[in-house]
């Protein structure tokens, strides 16, 4: 999954996880994407080497992670082909994920969040 900003992220039973830096011995740490929480994972090589899984709030909803993982493909949809129409766009991307719990609210967010990346790439 990717971030607003198009960072990588890793998402584990519910619960968001950032990138933060490199440690010595080739160690990546990622942490909670939530400012206050003190969970966190370190990585070795792609091997989960020590894990902090106490978190301080609650998990994000199924949908609520679902409608971000669209919006962010719609989003880099919306950047490569500027041509295409959002409605289209939102339908295609809808039914390869198989997303069947999006409300209409939802699909107005993303024809946002389409338009706004198009007009961003316009101004460039």
């Given at each position: 999954?990717?971030?607003?900003r198009g960072?990588?992220?890793?998402?584990?039973?519910?619960?968001k996880?950032?990138?933060y830096?490199?440690?010595?011995?080739?160690?990546?740490?990622?942490?909670?994407?939530?400012?206050?929480?003190?969970?966190?994972l370190?990585?070795?090589?792609?091997?989960?080497?020590?894990?902090?899984?106490?978190?301080?709030?609650?998990?994000?909803?199924?949908?609520?992670?679902?409608?971000?993982?669209?919006?962010n493909?719609?989003?880099?949809?919306?950047?490569?082909?500027?041509?295409?129409?959002?409605?289209k766009?939102?339908?295609?991307?809808?039914?390869?994920?198989?997303?069947?719990?999006?409300?209409?609210?939802?699909?107005?967010?993303?024809?946002?969040?389409?338009?706004?990346?198009?007009?961003?790439?316009?101004?460039?």
């Amino acid at each position: 999954m990717l971030s607003q900003r198009g960072k990588d992220m890793k998402v584990i039973n519910g619960y968001k996880f950032r990138f933060y830096r490199h440690l010595s011995g080739n160690i990546d740490k990622w942490v909670c994407t939530r400012k206050n929480c003190n969970a966190y994972l370190k990585y070795y090589e792609d091997d989960l080497e020590e894990e902090n899984l106490d978190h301080n709030h609650d998990s994000d909803s199924s949908n609520t992670l679902e409608r971000q993982k669209l919006t962010n493909n719609l989003k880099r949809k919306a950047i490569e082909d500027i041509c295409q129409r959002p409605s289209k766009m939102i339908h295609t991307e809808v039914l390869k994920e198989k997303s069947e719990n999006i409300s209409t609210e939802d699909v107005t967010r993303m024809r946002k969040c389409i338009h706004h990346q198009k007009n961003y790439v316009s101004e460039l």
